[in-house]
């Protein structure tokens, strides 16, 4: 491999693990990865402390990673909808040119 090749592959790696190595942990230990439930509850709780929520949800999950997997469930077949939806969109739109790329031919002998 040439130099510049070593030269950006290390980049790349300082890129990556230095941000993750200067990073210090927050000081309570946890919430570093929040979600906005969890930042939502605690607004919540601090304008109206007296709030009762309307509903209770219909599926709680066994445990915080549990939850996660679905959310990256959902958030990939979510991904997975748009990707066919564009691809068969430009598919479709390649098809059409082409259709009329070799229809055009045709109707000029026609014409004579």
Same mark, same amino acid.
């Given at each position: %491999?040439?130099?510049?090749?070593?030269?950006? $592959?290390?980049?790349?790696? $300082? *890129?990556? /693990? *230095? !941000? $993750?190595?200067?990073?210090?942990?927050?000081?309570?230990?946890?919430? %570093?990865?929040?979600?906005? &439930?969890?930042?939502?509850?605690?607004?919540?709780?601090?304008?109206?402390?007296?709030?009762? !929520?309307?509903?209770?949800?219909?599926?709680? !999950?066994?445990?915080? @990673?549990?939850?996660?997997?679905?959310?990256?469930?959902?958030?990939?077949?979510?991904?997975?909808?748009?990707?066919?939806?564009?691809?068969?969109? /430009?598919?479709? @739109?390649?098809?059409?040119? &082409?259709?009329?790329?070799?229809?055009?031919? *045709?109707? @000029?002998?026609?014409? &004579?």
């Amino acid at each position: %491999m040439k130099f510049r090749t070593w030269g950006i $592959l290390a980049a790349v790696v $300082l *890129l990556t /693990v *230095l !941000p $993750l190595w200067l990073v210090s942990a927050p000081p309570g230990g946890e919430g %570093m990865f929040g979600g906005s &439930d969890d930042a939502a509850r605690q607004a919540i709780g601090t304008v109206a402390p007296g709030y009762r !929520p309307w509903f209770a949800p219909v599926f709680e !999950p066994a445990s915080a @990673e549990i939850a996660s997997l679905l959310f990256a469930l959902q958030a990939a077949a979510g991904a997975g909808v748009i990707g066919f939806w564009l691809g068969m969109s /430009v598919a479709r @739109e390649r098809a059409r040119r &082409d259709a009329g790329a070799t229809s055009a031919p *045709l109707q @000029e002998r026609r014409a &004579d």
